[in-house]
T-cell receptor, first 113, second 115 residues
């Protein structure tokens, strides 16, 4: 069975600074997808970034990038130039091609002015 | 991009009544839909997975007769909370998946309060 672990319940960062959120997972599969979702106070789940396990290159979306270490089963999210609007819960998730998403417990990020 | 519409966004009902929540994929065909429940400050807990035209697959511990899921078309899935009780009060979120290029798209959630 797959598991996803987020060891940081809460993180804080000052505006314009960089912060990294950690995520580790466990699986015996070789082909899978990893996701970071953001859930702001509105509670809408918003896809931040997606990584396909067969791709060695780390995914990047504007200020968001990941450090995907397949052998170490690690998938951290780096947010550069943090903005107040980045304040939210961040969930790491694991998915197989034809299966459900498995979520971590989340990291609450607070961006301070 | 892929859009999933979920209604209602909030509902209050009396104990013992039933409530239906709808989840629609607006611009893609959702072959699979997922229903989650989320308690305050917690992660999403998967309740069931439904494939169009098939019976839903429920996660362990989820009462099939209380949480009825119907996925009759490629664009619509419904969750009916039957004989609701205050302990069913929660935030319910649907997610839809079509072609994997869309990934998993989430509805905006429904806050259910049973009084």
């Amino acid at each position: 069975a797959q598991t996803v672990t987020q060891s940081q319940p809460e993180m804080s960062v000052q505006e314009a600074e960089t912060v990294t959120l950690s995520c580790t997972y466990d699986t015996s599969e070789s082909n899978y997808y990893l996701f970071w979702y953001k859930q702001p106070p509105s509670r809408q789940m918003i896809l931040v970034i997606r990584q396909e396990a067969y791709k060695q290159q780390n995914a990047t979306e504007n200020r968001f990038s990941v450090n995907f270490q397949k052998a170490a089963k690690s998938f951290s999210l780096k947010i550069s130039d943090s903005q107040l609007g980045d304040t939210a819960m961040y969930f790491c998730a694991f998915g197989l091609r034809t299966d459900k998403l498995i979520f971590g417990t989340g990291t609450r990020l607070q961006v301070f002015p | 991009g892929a859009v999933v519409s979920q209604h209602p966004s909030w509902v209050i009902c009396k104990s013992g009544t039933s409530v239906k929540i709808e989840c629609r994929s607006l611009d893609f065909q959702a072959t699979t839909m997922f229903w989650y429940r989320q308690f305050p400050k917690q992660s999403l807990m998967l309740m069931a997975t439904s494939n169009e035209g098939s019976k839903a697959t429920y996660e362990q511990g989820v009462e099939k007769d209380k949480f009825l899921i119907n996925h009759a078309s490629l664009t619509l899935s419904t969750l009916t909370v039957t004989s609701a009780h205050p302990e069913d009060s929660s935030f319910y979120i649907c997610s839809a998946r079509g072609d994997l290029s869309y990934g998993y798209t989430f509805g905006s959630g429904t806050r259910l309060t049973v009084v």
